[in-house]
């Protein structure tokens, strides 16, 4: 069964960094796009960063410039680091794969999400 699974959340303050890690169980990331969603309260679950197979990667305006998405396939790991977070950070986010590139097949592989509190 293939499984994916986010760490790295945590309350932080205004300015500061998180890095989100996504880990893949019982399956190798190689061959697969990953990207990274967030949900707040109320709010509809949004694709803020993706990363493809191949290294290319993608950013939603509000993240870009301060997110930045990595990969290392050797720990079949995907990383957010996140800079100069913002209240409107705050949000579960999740990590999710799909076959190959971002916007090819869709993301059917989900991990249970990490809460990331932004807040003074």
């Known amino acids: 069964q293939m499984m994916l699974a986010e760490s790295g959340g945590d309350l932080v303050q205004p300015g500061g960094s998180l890095r989100l890690s996504c880990v893949a169980n019982y399956f190798s990331l190689v061959n697969y796009a990953v990207g990274w969603f967030r949900q707040a309260p109320g709010k509809e679950r949004e694709r803020i960063s993706c990363?493809?197979?191949?290294?290319?990667?993608n950013y939603h305006d509000s993240v870009m410039g301060r997110f930045t998405i990595s990969r290392d396939n050797d720990e079949n790991t995907v990383y957010l680091q996140m800079n100069n977070l913002k209240p409107d950070d705050t949000a579960v986010y999740y990590c999710?794969?799909?076959?190959?590139?971002?916007?090819?097949?869709?993301?059917?592989?989900w991990g249970r999400g990490t809460q990331v509190t932004v807040s003074s």
């Open positions: 990363i493809n197979s191949g290294g290319s990667t």
């Open positions: 999710a794969a799909a076959y190959i590139r971002c916007h090819d097949y869709p993301f059917d592989t």
